[in-house]
């Protein structure tokens, strides 16, 4: 029984799987009365899955629209305005990320950096959550198929841009990867 109280079924596996495991062998022989549960290695999702190209675009798009928004603002404060671009794992796929460090405003600069990224964002619909944590100024959001996170600290003014989590292969995210950063 689990720890709410319900039962789950669960296959038994003939015991002699383990047999000729030389680790787990040893564990069956010197504890007979352990159940040994093996879960499935993750699978990493074929370069076929997911998202069709087209779909993967338009994703990627919205990303760099909503950077596109803010990018006169960030252009302001930094000579080299561009975001990097990058896939962040999780466990159900991976996110396209946009993101932009921007260095020397302090944490005064980067909070009125914030609030004028949030009156842009605002203005196009977006849902915002300013707040502050440890006394960093912080802005969660959500627009049209992407998330913002950013945060004024100290050393440095982080605008991090991404989209939904999705399945999609190596070769796919390479490609894209690519693509958005030719976009400029």
């Known amino acids: 029984m689990n720890h709410l109280g319900q039962l789950h079924h669960v296959d038994r596996v003939d015991p002699s799987v383990l047999d000729d495991d030389p680790f787990w062998s040893v564990v069956r022989r ?8 093996l879960v499935p290695p993750a699978v990493t999702p074929p370069d076929d899955a997911g998202p069709t190209p087209d ?6 798009g919205s990303a760099h629209a909503a950077w596109r928004l803010v990018a006169p603002l960030v252009a302001s404060v930094d000579d ?3 975001p990097t671009v990058s896939w962040r794992g ?5 996110a396209l990320v946009l993101q932009k460090a921007l260095r020397g405003l302090g944490s005064a600069g980067g909070t009125e950096l914030l609030r004028a ?5 605002g203005r196009e619909g977006w849902l ?9 100024a912080v802005l969660d959001g959500r627009g049209e198929g ?22 999609v292969g190596a070769a796919a995210r390479s490609a894209l990867r690519e693509e958005v950063r030719s976009w400029g």
């Open 30 to 37: 010197r504890h007979p009365a352990a159940t040994v549960v």
């Open 55 to 60: 779909e993967l675009r338009a994703i990627a």
């Open 80 to 82: 080299d305005g561009a």
């Open 90 to 94: 999780r466990a159900e796929g991976h």
């Open 117 to 121: 990224v949030a009156a842009v964002l």
């Open 128 to 136: 915002l959550r300013p707040s502050a944590r440890d006394g960093v």
């Open 146 to 167: 992407v998330e913002v996170r950013a945060e004024a600290g100290a050393g440095a003014t982080v605008l991090t841009f991404a989209t939904p989590v999705l399945a």
